[in-house]
């Protein structure tokens, strides 16, 4: 009945078991090298300097980390509600158009800090538009929203395929995408920020949409923990009945809560975009919607969780691209494995560790995991 | 004399910092009823999950039958001859009474061969303790007595001389448990062990040899259930002097404050679970539905606090229709003056994941006094949590404490304080004490009375024949999803059980 079972506190919750689970998915990875004939010590030693090691590097993993914590925050905000959006993808890349409309309209008239708000606006409404149906129909038709989600992915991928072949694309281009945005179009580089620190970067993608990253994962924070949405949200997340109860509409809830990812998820394409392509290309998302998920696992759907889990991804595409090129034995594919490696156990195998590290905390601190020491989430 | 059935000696069992056992020896003679009771968290289950091998102890030692014994798993426990019939059955729902009581226990890959040895099997055990069952019924069709039968006939198939029942009667009607004891006599006739474990004292008098108490981790007595009385082992279990009859002072009901006429409800496949019910609650006055579980119930109370949409019929409070047939929210009725404290705690009155001052805002968290704009204002609302956490003596007294982590009465408590602070005029409650220890239980009945001293009206489901009995002003009797009886207070069990098992069903409504 009410068989009381050892809880771990909180910096080992939070902290100790994701590094385990870092550790064992770096050593499996490890062996896959060995596999391969490479020696994993070196090609560690790569992949981190590869990410970190230089200004340049820095630069490319913080642009990286930026798409991923705008596509982690949207799955975390759907996790709050239950809801599993893989949808990301497609929210994205819908949100790209909004973005380039913004941009192709504005960009002759306003200067880039004019041309932004109205580009985020665009970029949110676009993506939560294209979460929309799937919402509604999970909301009032009982569709499951991973498969509808998925579905709408494809949908948005041919969407896109055919306005930028047919609509978008400048007779004079060869390449499907739109004209290049002028200044008024194009986000400034935060290279300065590092260069402060006293490193040097030639040239990087890193721009300004970091800091609205950071932001919204600050008012993602707001909205979850201390907001009347929030409350509903999360209460709905954890028993729709109890939501039923209290009198929040389930239907309703639903909706606004796709609304919002699909609005974090599509302001994702301003970094790739606005900030770096400066005009709408084919498969500009790139995955980083599907990483969005693993983010959000890693990061415990918890903002202060999600921007390091997206550092650390950005880390791996950094690294990896870096470790690819200098080792001939290990190809693109590989990086993709070791990346798989990482999701699947921060992600999957997430609780994998728990019961041992539990017993082991029951028998060496028996006062640490005493039911004091478990809170709720709020922070 | 010969061995006992089970020795225990010196138990210790702690997770992380409960110390859920504390050092019990106890010695249950072989061919006795033993009952084990205690509040929960007194550790009942925990000394019995020890026992049927699912933990092990920290320190202590093991005997059955007068030999030391390493029980290490279920399986060590089902060889030495220990069986367990668990408070929720472990049956496998779409099988026959044959295949369940095979389950595990098959012996080779084709079936056949076992399954006609434990047909002939079954067939002796049937005659040697009185326990029918049809062999190829289907688990599902079943009534829960039967169901728990079949739990029975499974650790006697296994060899089990010595039984332990968890909370056996929880689901049955008292002519069912009245069947259960009867089986449980003729067992120990045969010579089998029973260890029973039990919150309701009436239990232990009606069937026991001997009973052990338990509080706080520690077997604090073990008793001749002759030479006790219900009196002494409730002050044994709650370590006070308790209250087990409430105080009342006659009723003196006022106006009609809800009423319900006439509502169907159908389930999700079309089933009719409340069938054309009428009744009327007052103010100042409790009126109790007693019921075996599943009659209805649970559907009545989602469908008037409007959780659930009737078919047909309908619902006035104070005078004013409430739209049961599709349109009415919670929310509306909790601002119209309509509290519920829902049957499933767990899952419908608490968010066990939010901590206790998110919780203790549930469905009100609309109101003004806790919000700043679309900001939650969360000082209010831990004032507020805190307030309630002294007033109702919610332990442990702390307000950002996970729900999970309070006890069953305790996390009661937190969803009575919500509901009654708000000063309702009708008060909706189910279940008020399931799972909730004896301490709490009598805080609880207290309360409900105090509503309905202030002029409350209050309808009251249980399951719970006592409680109803002593709290309700007026007893509605449900089965079938038709309210079958209508009784005064005074009404006996007997009368009230006949009217639960549907005998007397023709009987028209009040």
Redesign the interface.
Known sequence: ???????LPAWADYGLIPLINLTVAFIVAGLVVLLVGENPLRAAVILVDGALGRGQAIAYTLYYATSFIFTGLAVAVAFHCSLFNIGGEGQAYVGGLGVALACLAFDRVFPWWLTFPIAIAGAAVFGAAWALIPAYLQARRGSHIVITTIMFNFIAASLMVYLLVNVLKPPTLQAPSTRTFLEGGQLPKLNFMIEAMGLSVRSSPFNVSFLLALLAAFLVW?LIW???????I??RG??P??A??????EARIIIVTMLISGALAGMMALNPVMGDQNRLQIDFVTGAGFVGIAVALMGRSHPAGIVPAAILFGMLYQGGAELAFEMPGISRDMIVIIQGLVILFAGALEHMFRPSLQTL??TVR??S????A?????V | MAHAAIELKGIDKSFGSVHANRNISLTIPAGTIHGIIGENGAGKSTLMSILYGFYQADRGEIFVKGERAAILSSSDAIARGIGMVHQHFMLVHNFTVLENVILGAEGEPLLKTSIAKARSELNRLERDYGLEVDPDAIIEDLPVGLQQRVEILKALYRGAEILILDEPTGVLTPAEADHLFRILLQLKKEGKTIVLITHKLREIMAVTDNVSVMRQGALVATRKTAETTVEELAELMVGRRVLLRVEKSPVSAGDVLLSVRNLTVRDSRGVTMVDGVSFDVRAGEIVGIAGVAGNGQTELLETITGIREAASGSVFLAGRPVAVTGGADPADLRERGMAHVPEDRHHMGLVLPFEENENAILGYHRQKKYLKGPFLDIDAIRQDAREKIEKYDIRPADCRLKTANFSGGNQQKIVLSREMEQDPDVLIVGQPTRGVDVGAIEFIHRRLVEMRDKGKAVLLVSVELDEIRSLSDRILVMFSGRIVGERGPDATEGELGLLMAGVEGKEAAA
């Open positions: 009945m009410s068989a009381p079972y050892a809880k707001v201390r907001t009347r949405l929030g409350y509903e999360r209460t954890h028993s009945k109890a039923r109860y209290a009198g929040i509409g905390f029951a028996p006062a995991v005493g039911a004091k478990e809170r709720a989430g709020g």
